[in-house]
């Protein structure tokens, strides 16, 4: 394994940022590789620890000579929202200088071409991060970009034309949830790592061994050891899936037991479902929420979600939020502050959504 450092220039004198890149070199030129980010949003740490807890997995695996495909890691790729503090809070999930989305903004390129990526020196320095980090991700066939939500499942974003093939994948991490999505006008890291491929014929594209997904590790309370642990098994259980390490272990079904355990392609058990079904609840007053409901519960057209307490103490002083169709509650908030029209939460809906948003991914 071999760790380099990463340098981006800042946006004034003296200001630079830095990440660390750790390589595994692959042993079989054909074998697939593979590509791990976490903490593009900064403060989303879930996939920072199940990082560090898959590092002695593969370092025992490289020890054995079992990388077969070349390994990229980028534990912390946000440098620069890691550093944003206002008034004491950490801010991570927008570049303060540009208000924009740190998973928004990405260089949608033609083909998987780095010279392919527009010039930055111009830009910004969270243009400069973006750019830096998929030139780093272009040309693996895994690009695996771990997030969060608030509160949470563990599901993945998916775009359909990796669908069915990644329910191995999906298997292999044991998430709860695919949520897929079919167009990216705005440059997520996902979408950008997928988009060069789509106007591709199907025999180049490869999208049967082809991997690009956003992970959402639940929520950014979920920082945990155990919790580390089982996601490092399952990401470990995805390289030896689609080849990246060899595991004569894992590579009999059923050899594994527990909730992660990977018995076979077709053993996703979790629910699929397009982004169009998801109704995402605005809050109709301001005020204090009591939710009724938390993620993965099973609600009725019509069950109460939530209560917001926007006039305490009043007659009337609450407001009842009621589901607009039958579903599963995918996330809610972590704080119970919330102003009128934010969301209350994500229900992912047996049917499309009526107030079902554009294509592209929400996180
Ligand atoms: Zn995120």
């Not at 830009?123 to 693996?140: F, M």
């Not at 605005?282 to 019509?302: E, N, Q, S, T």
Request: contains cysteine.
């Amino acid at each position: 394994m071999q760790k380099s450092i990463e340098r981006i220039a800042g946006d004034s004198e003296g200001v630079s940022y830095e990440f660390p890149v750790f390589r595994f070199g692959g042993t079989d030129k054909a074998a697939p590789s593979a590509y791990l980010q976490a903490a593009l949003h900064a403060g989303e740490l879930p996939g920072v620890v199940a990082i560090d807890a898959l590092m002695p997995m593969l370092e025992k695996a490289e020890a054995e000579g079992r990388i077969k495909g070349n390994i990229t890691i980028v534990p912390q790729a946000n440098p620069i929202g890691r550093a944003q503090y206002h008034f004491g809070e950490h801010q991570g999930r927008f570049h303060l200088g540009t208000r924009t989305n740190f998973n928004r903004g990405f260089p949608l390129l033609a083909a998987a071409d780095v010279e392919l990526l527009p010039d930055t020196t111009l830009g910004t320095a969270d243009q400069r991060l973006k750019s830096r980090l998929l030139q780093l991700s272009i040309g693996h066939d895994i690009v695996l970009d771990l997030h969060c939500d608030d509160e949470g499942l563990a599901y993945l974003y998916v775009h359909t034309s990796l669908w069915p093939a990644m329910a191995d994948c999906a298997a292999a991490m044991g998430v709860d949830a695919v949520i897929l999505w079919d167009e990216d006008t705005d440059g997520t890291f996902e979408g950008a790592s997928i988009t060069p491929y789509l106007n591709l014929p199907a025999e180049v594209a490869r999208f049967d061994r082809r991997v690009a997904t956003t992970v959402e590790y639940r929520g950014i309370l979920d920082v945990d050891g155990a919790l580390a642990g089982a996601d490092a098994e399952g990401l470990y259980r995805l390289l030896v899936a689609r080849g990246v390490v060899l595991d004569q272990a894992l590579s009999t079904p059923g050899s594994l037991t527990g909730p992660n355990s990977f018995t076979g392609p077709s053993s996703f058990t979790g629910f699929v479902a397009p982004l169009e079904n998801i109704d995402m609840m605005p809050a109709p007053r301001a005020g204090a929420v009591l939710y009724d409901v938390k993620p993965g519960d099973r609600v009725a057209k019509g069950a109460l979600l939530a209560t917001i307490v926007h006039a305490p103490g009043e007659a009337g002083g609450r407001t009842q939020v009621f589901a607009r169709q039958a579903g599963i509650i995918l996330t809610r908030r972590s704080r119970r502050i919330i102003r009128a029209g934010e969301d209350l939460l994500k229900l992912v809906g047996d049917s499309k959504s009526a107030d079902a948003r554009s294509g592209t991914l929400e996180d």
